[in-house]
C-alpha cells in the first residue's frame, strides 16, 4: 500500500503565499509523474501543476508564473509554491503520484486526502 499525506493549506489574504507538500510513504518501488491537482465547490476536479521524473512541468494557465512545483526524490516528496494567491484559487489541493510498488511492475495512480486552500479578498 501507498499513501499520501499532504499538508501547508490554510486561509491567507490576496496576494499572499502558501506552500503545499505532499509526503508518499508505504511499499514504494518507483515514483513516476508527481501532481497538484485542485477542486472548487461546484466544478470540476483540475490540473494545477506537474512533474515528471525528469524534472519536465507542465502547469495549467490560470497558475503559471504564479505557482511552482517541485519534488524531492530522496524523501519521496512533492511541493506546490503557491505566490500571488487570488480568491479564485480558492479550492481543495489534492497531490496525486504515479507509483509502482514494490514487488509490482504495474504502475497505479495514487491520491492524497486533500488539503483546503482558501484566499480571502
Known amino acids: 500500500q501507498v499513501q499520501l499525506v499532504e499538508s501547508g493549506g490554510g486561509l491567507v489574504r490576496a496576494g499572499g503565499s502558501l506552500r503545499l507538500s505532499c509526503t508518499a510513504s508505504?511499499?514504494?518501488?518507483?515514483?513516476?509523474?508527481m501532481a497538484w491537482f485542485r477542486q472548487a465547490p461546484g466544478k470540476q476536479r483540475e490540473l494545477v501543476a506537474l512533474m515528471t521524473p525528469s524534472s519536465s512541468t507542465n502547469y495549467a494557465d490560470s497558475v503559471k508564473g504564479r505557482f511552482t512545483i517541485s519534488r524531492d526524490d530522496a524523501k519521496n516528496t512533492v511541493y506546490l509554491q503557491m505566490n500571488s494567491l487570488k480568491p479564485e484559487d480558492t479550492a481543495v489541493y489534492y497531490c496525486n503520484a504515479k507509483v509502482i510498488p514494490t514487488g509490482s511492475i504495474i504502475e497505479h495512480g495514487y491520491w492524497g486526502q486533500g488539503t483546503q486552500v482558501t484566499v480571502s479578498s
Open positions: 508505504g511499499s514504494i518501488g518507483l515514483i513516476g509523474n
